[in-house]
């Protein structure tokens, strides 16, 4: 008996084939048609070509949040079908990859006094595919392993004066170009860096992120181009790749910026703004509640 799949289901199975290349071996039902290339074209569109950068580093000053990741290396897939043209801002995927690149970068930096920005706190490298890989269409694998000696950097002093050897390595690409050439490069690199390297993917043009390049406990995100393509989506996603959580210095749980009572220590009953928890102010807002229900406040150590 032949059993026919819903149409919701064969619809699924496509877009999942279509945000994320194979693993294994390519078989026919696998082939990405023409008409999901073009889904993923039109989806650029949508991507607003003005742009005015919101300053990561001034939010991760306002919130005290310290650098955790030291310099940062992105890779500009610009070899293939990413130099496929199509209509103005951006001409080709290869070029929209570069204006999200540039957008990052002016997220990163810092505004200078003259109005102009200056450079940001972080080491930021950037280089294309075929700068690293001369050849007609290089592969992202030979272009990851000819950045792998760049990647090998010393210590890096931030402007806080906080040292880290943490990198980021973002990756401007398609889906469909991430191939398991690319996937082991991605380990192999992982194996020599260990824990100093985070790898993110950004992918150019497609409706989906793809996770290849993610692996369990391992530091790194997938994002679409046309999900951090905005001002505020672009410096949320640098602060989540190059800054920490905020400063807590006493350890009371309550972050610096909005710690009132900066040296209370750890085990403290705090209220929100990090102060001492007045118990006799709350038994006189609720004495009947408390004295019926037979309440009693927790001691500090349970919380």
Not at 3 to 8: D, E, G, L, Q, V
Request: net charge neutral; proline share 7%.
């Amino acid at each position: 008996m032949v059993i026919n799949p819903p149409p919701a289901l064969l619809i699924a199975v496509v877009l999942l084939l279509n945000g994320c290349a194979t693993s294994g071996p390519v078989e026919s039902q696998q082939v990405v048609t023409g008409d999901g290339y073009h889904q993923a074209d039109q989806s650029v569109e949508h991507i607003p070509e003005h742009f005015t950068p919101m300053s990561a580093s001034v939010l991760a000053d306002e919130k005290e949040r310290p650098v955790k990741v030291g310099s940062g290396f992105m890779l500009i897939d610009d070899a293939g079908d990413m130099r496929q043209t199509r209509p103005a801002p951006f001409n080709s995927r290869a070029g929209l990859a570069k204006v999200l690149a540039q957008r990052l970068r002016a997220t990163l930096a810092r505004p200078g006094f003259d109005g102009h920005q200056t450079r940001g706190p972080v080491a930021l490298t950037s280089v294309s595919l075929r700068e690293l890989d001369h050849g007609w269409s290089p592969k992202l694998a030979t272009g990851l392993a000819a950045l792998a000696p760049r990647l090998s950097t010393g210590r890096v002093t931030a402007y806080n004066s906080a040292t880290t050897s943490k990198i980021a390595l973002i990756i401007f690409s398609r889906a469909e170009r991430v191939d398991e050439a690319a996937v082991r490069q991605v380990a192999e690199l992982r194996s020599r860096l260990g824990e100093r390297l985070c790898v993110h993917l950004v992918t150019v043009g497609d409706p989906s992120a793809c996770f290849k390049l993610q692996a369990f406990n391992q530091c790194g995100t997938a994002v679409t181009g046309a999900s951090i393509a905005e001002p505020e989506a672009m410096a949320a996603f640098v602060l989540r790749v190059f800054y920490g959580d905020p400063l807590d210095s006493d350890g009371d749980g309550v972050a610096n910026y909005q710690d009132q009572c900066p040296r209370t220590g750890r085990g403290m009953r705090v209220n929100w703004n990090g102060c001492p928890f007045d118990e006799s102010r709350l038994m006189k807002l609720l004495p009947r509640e408390i004295t019926e229900q037979g309440w009693a406040l927790p001691p500090p150590s349970s919380l």
